[in-house]
């Protein structure tokens, strides 16, 4: 988990240097999972719950309308707790309209195999203001224990 934290805070890093605007903030809400897992010849096992989520951003500005936006939230459900790095392409649609894509690197506390998955995800986020935002995204599971779910939050940019 170390060596994910510096790799991306190296490649936050190089972006920033060159960057036209990067800004910080925290972003929270609400996260409608569903559960999926494989039991193979026994068939699967799904369910669906609500949790949290809390953490933290940088929105490396590339261009006028482009930015990358890395995260690093603490994501808070009943059988699964996990870390989740979104690494988010963010482009600006229209004014303050954002449309966002890109990977989660997932790590889950609770498993004992199978401890690092990779999603992949979507979504919007509206600017309200200068330092806050709304933002919702879908984010799919994939492998034998797939964890998906839409998040539906706010964040503040310091």
Avoid: C, W
């Avoid at 669906?48 to 930015?67: H, L, N, Q, R």
């Avoid at 690494?87 to 966002?100: G, N, P, R, V, W």
């Amino acid at each position: 988990m170390r060596k994910l934290l510096f790799v991306l805070a190296v490649f936050a890093g190089t972006f920033a240097t060159q960057a036209q605007d990067t800004k910080f903030g925290v972003k929270a809400g609400v996260d409608l999972a569903s559960t999926k897992v494989d039991l193979g010849p026994l068939g699967e096992v799904t369910g669906s719950e609500t949790g949290y989520y809390v953490g933290g951003f940088a929105t490396i500005g590339i261009s006028e309308k482009f930015a990358v936006q890395p995260e690093l939230m603490y994501v808070l459900i009943k059988d699964f707790n996990f870390l989740s790095v979104p690494i988010l392409a963010k482009y600006e649609l229209a004014d303050s309209f954002h449309l966002m894509a890109g990977p989660s690197l997932n790590y889950f506390t609770e498993l004992e195999e199978e401890k690092f998955k990779i999603n992949v995800d979507f979504g919007a986020s509206y600017d309200i203001s200068e330092e806050f935002d709304v933002n919702a995204k879908y984010s799919l599971g994939t492998g034998d224990v797939a964890i998906s779910g839409i998040f539906i939050g706010a964040g503040y940019k310091f």
